[in-house]
């Protein structure tokens, strides 16, 4: 807590920025959060107790701004479990933001399809979460409990938002984006490495749609936190589940896909910040 408090009163020294909405960029997602107005930003390496982004397409970069008038910060890259950083690090910047007064958080990842109806270029909207991490000892919940945050134990069943997840799906409509914006569930898993074939097929068979190697340990930690929080995958590749499949995927077919399909997530989530209430 006591780090947390330092780096929210390191931000509010710098920036006279109040933002209520926090916003995370996957990989190669970071245009949302050159288009915020009044911009204010900071390197990771200049922010006391930040951790520092070490992937391709995680610029590392924090962006205060307004978003549709709304008040809003971005995260311009995120931090993993597979650089090496402990899962209450990589949540660290979630606790900052609500030390800031964020109320609700708004994740975007990148993430292979393992449902066989979804495409390359497809939106998912989650509507929940299987934490393979978390379900075998990595929580970032794990230690002692910090009261001034949240309880002990923490119900997930309401995760993500549903009046959000709804408003979201109502500007699908209206944008004409039905037929690439899915809801389903996301999988997070641990990386670096992608799914092998085995693996790929029982995560299908447990019931998820898409897998990456982010999001859910921030959703717990904002869910802990009292926030409430909208998820969005932008579907970069179709996982492997044949073994006579002549497929391969690698980061940076990832980041093409991401950059290809930026400025459509862009539009999308501006519409739905601009409906927030």
Not at 47 to 50: D, E, G, L, R
Not at 192 to 196: A, V
């Given at each position: 807590f006591d780090h947390c408090r330092e780096t929210v009163d390191w931000l509010l020294g710098h920036t006279k920025q109040r933002p209520r909405i926090a916003i995370v960029c996957g990989s190669g997602l970071g245009l949302l959060a050159d288009s915020l107005k009044n911009q204010e930003s900071f390197q990771y390496t200049d922010?006391?107790?930040?951790p520092h982004s070490t992937v391709p397409g995680h610029e590392g970069r924090l962006v205060f701004g307004e978003l549709q008038g709304k008040p809003c910060v971005c995260m311009k890259g995120r931090f993993h479990l597979y650089e090496g950083y402990p899962l209450w690090k990589v949540t660290f910047p979630i606790r900052v933001f609500k030390l800031l007064g964020v109320e609700i958080l708004l994740v975007t990842n990148a993430a292979g399809a393992l449902a066989d109806l979804y495409?390359?270029?497809d939106l998912m909207v989650i509507r929940d979460h299987i934490n393979f991490p978390g379900l075998v000892g990595q929580n970032p919940l794990l230690g002692p409990n910090e009261e001034r945050f949240g309880p002990r134990f923490l119900a997930l069943s309401d995760a993500y938002d549903g009046k959000i997840r709804t408003l979201?799906?109502?500007i699908a409509r209206q944008f004409g984006y039905d037929s690439f914006v899915k809801e389903g569930v996301y999988c997070m898993v641990s990386g670096?490495?992608?799914?092998?074939i085995a693996e790929a097929r029982l995560l299908h068979l447990l019931g998820a749609d898409a897998v990456g190697m982010s999001t859910a340990a921030e959703v717990v930690v904002a869910r802990?936190?009292?926030?409430r929080v909208f998820g969005?995958?932008?579907i970069t590749n179709k996982v492997i589940k044949e073994y006579d499949s002549q497929e391969s995927i690698d980061h940076l077919k990832v980041l093409e896909v991401s950059q290809s399909r930026a400025s459509l997530?862009?539009?999308f989530l501006t519409e739905l910040v601009g409906r927030l209430e």
């Open positions: 922010i006391p107790n930040f495409h390359v270029g979201a799906m109502e670096p490495t992608f799914e092998s802990h936190c009292g926030l969005l995958s932008l997530l862009q539009t």
